[in-house]
C-alpha cells in the first residue's frame, strides 16, 4: 500500500503560481511513478502530470505544457507540480496517484490516490 496526501492547493489569481506537494508513505516510493490528475467541476478527470520512478521520464498533458513542471525527491519521498502562468480553466481538485514502477498517461493506470486538494483561479 501507498498513501498519500496532497498539499498546497488554494486560490490564486490568473496569471499567478502554485506548488503541490504530494508526502508518500508506506512502500518504497522510488519504486512507483507519480502522476497528477485533476478533475474540473462536471468534467472528468485529466491525467495533467506524470514522472518516472527515477525522475528520468515525465510527461504533460497539452493543456499544461510550458506551465506546469512535476519534479520528486525520492529522498522525501515527495513528488511536486510547480504549476505557473495559472488560467480559470485550471481550477480543479488536483489529485496525486501512484502506480508501480512505470509511467502511463491514463488516469485509469493509476493504483493509489490522494484525497485531493482544491485550486481556484479566479479571473
Known amino acids: 500500500q501507498v498513501q498519500l496526501v496532497e498539499s498546497g492547493g488554494g486560490l490564486v489569481q490568473a496569471g499567478g503560481a502554485l506548488r503541490l506537494s504530494c508526502a508518500a508513505s508506506?512502500?518504497?516510493?522510488?519504486?512507483?511513478?507519480m502522476g497528477w490528475v485533476r478533475q474540473a467541476q462536471q468534467k472528468g478527470r485529466e491525467f495533467v502530470a506524470g514522472?518516472?520512478?527515477?525522475?528520468?521520464?515525465?510527461y504533460y498533458a497539452d493543456s499544461v505544457k510550458g506551465r506546469f513542471t512535476i519534479s520528486r525527491d525520492n529522498a522525501k519521498n515527495t513528488v511536486y507540480l510547480q504549476m505557473n502562468s495559472l488560467k480559470p480553466e485550471d481550477t480543479a481538485v488536483y489529485y496525486c496517484a501512484a502506480r508501480y514502477k512505470f509511467l502511463r498517461s491514463g488516469s485509469n493506470e493509476y493504483d493509489y490516490w490522494g484525497q485531493g486538494t482544491q485550486v481556484t483561479v479566479s479571473s
Open positions: 508506506g512502500r518504497t516510493f522510488s519504486s512507483y511513478a
Open positions: 514522472i518516472s520512478w527515477s525522475g528520468g521520464s515525465t
